[in-house]
């Protein structure tokens, strides 16, 4: 029960603040955009990886680049 309620809220966080694109023009929508994917983008993978997991695609992203 407890995980259920978890997973609606991190879903209403991401699905809120997408609502929000309704009521920006052109010019905000352009200038947000890029940054929100980024966040749903990180935020999903949250959701989906645990966190020891994360820290390890971060380390060969480091070593990557």
């Known amino acids: 029960m407890i995980k259920k ?3 609606l809220f991190n879903i209403s966080m ?3 603040p997408w609502l ?3 009521f920006f ?3 905000e929508f352009k200038r947000y955009s890029v940054a ?3 966040i749903v983008i990180f ?3 949250s959701l989906v990886w ?3 997991e994360l820290v ?3 380390r060969q992203a480091q070593v990557i680049f």
């Open 20 to 22: 929000t694109l309704l």
């Open 50 to 52: 645990s966190q020891a």
């Open 25 to 27: 023009d052109k010019r």
């Open 14 to 16: 991401i699905a809120i």
């Open 43 to 45: 935020d999903t993978q």
């Open 5 to 7: 309620r978890h997973l």
């Open 56 to 58: 390890e695609v971060f």
């Open 36 to 38: 929100g994917i980024f």
